[in-house]
């Protein structure tokens, strides 16, 4: 065994770089070659690879640390070291060496980075407005590198310092700026196209053309020139405008937390966000181009907002456990079809309540586990019960319809079966159980489908709840309900019972777990162990989230369910 102190290579810059990842943890064991930490200066990210094969003893740095060339990294033992391992003490001198031999590569690559950033604007030319091609910058020792990313298309239009691509070599990534201000033409590469120094990547049509874009272009022209020319005044240009390439692009754009706190009002993603405008490591742009995550959708945890492979993980996994809402779910766009090809169309822009509506239905669809439990309910008395009410309560301007005894009935089997009356935590770690029963009810109106609450059913009489959602029907159809009557239900009842039908399978209101659909009464011929006996029926059709309700379970509500309706005496009880 030899223990070995693996070092900070020559990073091409005297100035501490950041150490933005350490890829290993002590104990692990390192194939030659494989990366040990990711550094970063303020134009380049590089990976530091270990120069030997062997175990890591112990780190000497953590994330967030800064480092100069010469630094220990970690303590390596050198696998199979036999001939070191006879005196058994550490070589710093040679195993700097080592590491300094290791990274040459990388100090060259990094230095590429720099000069990448200062070719690209020596590339820009002192010219006045037409067609250029856009060549690849100097990229030092690097022959060759992947196009991992185009960031613009034909057609758009591009400032000056804009990152049009980036590129991958084995171990550094770049973005490749552009020189100046124009639209792009035509597109000369793609993702996948290999290129070295000088490949031409793009037909730019420079910005205006005249004397202002002249001088524009001669200024960019001296200021890519001192760069080039006098690393100095480059580091202070760097510096005001730290990290040209990702971070730049960053604070043009909301940031990663912003997007996520959105996530679930708008779960689709941001349209048009481009992956390469965020933060990340050649590692991890690898591992998210392995494992089809888009980093433009995962939330930074490093410095400067920079991605981490387990930020990429942590997407994964959230991914696996709640696949998304709308749109998600793996499936393939639908693609647009023109109709007119097969006949005279209209098209009808889709107002918001119904645009707002069908984003909750789909979502609701999507991710809740429907099943549905049909049943029915012998309303012969109810339904008598109910006309001999009506004609003494017309007089006080109140129609009992059957629907307010489905609530009080609804309100008592919630109070059974607390269940039905409780919501599932997101994570799917937990269920809420209200004290409280608000029951939506599906409203009709001509502007599309509202659900109106009526709090506390199960405390108020069917007088109360009969005018109660009278009022709440004619403000639904007046377009006067608020916000406020329409949020907090517990539980939700569609009734289609006055259209028609003999049964339907409703969609669960998210974050309801049930809801009630409830079809038109028919007499039917019942036999009741002697002879058949018309009965009036009503069809009950329980949607329910197979996550938190049981089959039987549902079985036993809406069984529960009919038996009050058979006899809503038992309601009183
Ligand atoms: N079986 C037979 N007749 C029924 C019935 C049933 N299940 N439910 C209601 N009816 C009768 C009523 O008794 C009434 O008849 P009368 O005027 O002779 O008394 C008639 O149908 C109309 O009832 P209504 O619809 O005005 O009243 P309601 O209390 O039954 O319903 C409301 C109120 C607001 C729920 C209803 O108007 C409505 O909008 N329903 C549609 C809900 C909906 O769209 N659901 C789908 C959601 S999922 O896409």
Redesign the pocket.
Known sequence: MSKETIRVPDVGSSDPVDVIEVSVKKGDTVEAEDTIVVLESDKASLEVPCPKAGTVLELKVKAGDQVKEGDPLLDLDVAGDDAADDDGTPSDEADSDTADNASTDDAVEDEAADQATDQAADNAPAAKGGTRTVPAPDLGDIDEAEIIEINVAEGDSVEAEQTILVIESDKASLEVPCPEAGTVKKLLVKVGDKIGTGTDLMELETAGGGEGASDQGSASKGASNKGSSEKSASKEQGDSKPARSRQSDLDQKPSQADRQSAAPETPERVEGKPSSSVHAGPAVRKLARETGIDLADVAPSGPKDRILKEDVHALIKQRLENPPAAGGAGMPDLPEIDFSEFGPVERQELNKLRKVAAKNLHRSWVTIPHVTQFDEADITELEAFRKSQNKALEKEGVKL???AFLVKACANALREFPRFNSSLEVSGEALIMKDYVHIG????TPNG?VVPVIRDADKKGLKDIALE?GEL?AKARDRKLSPADMKGATFSI??????GGTAFT??VNWPEVAILG????DTKPVWDGQAFQPRLT?PLSLSYDHRVIDGADAARFTSYLSQLLSDMRRALL
């Open positions: 319809t059957m629907l009810i599906a409203v009709d489908l959602m029907a569609s009734s289609l019972g006055g259209i409703p969609i409830v079809s038109r009464s009503l």
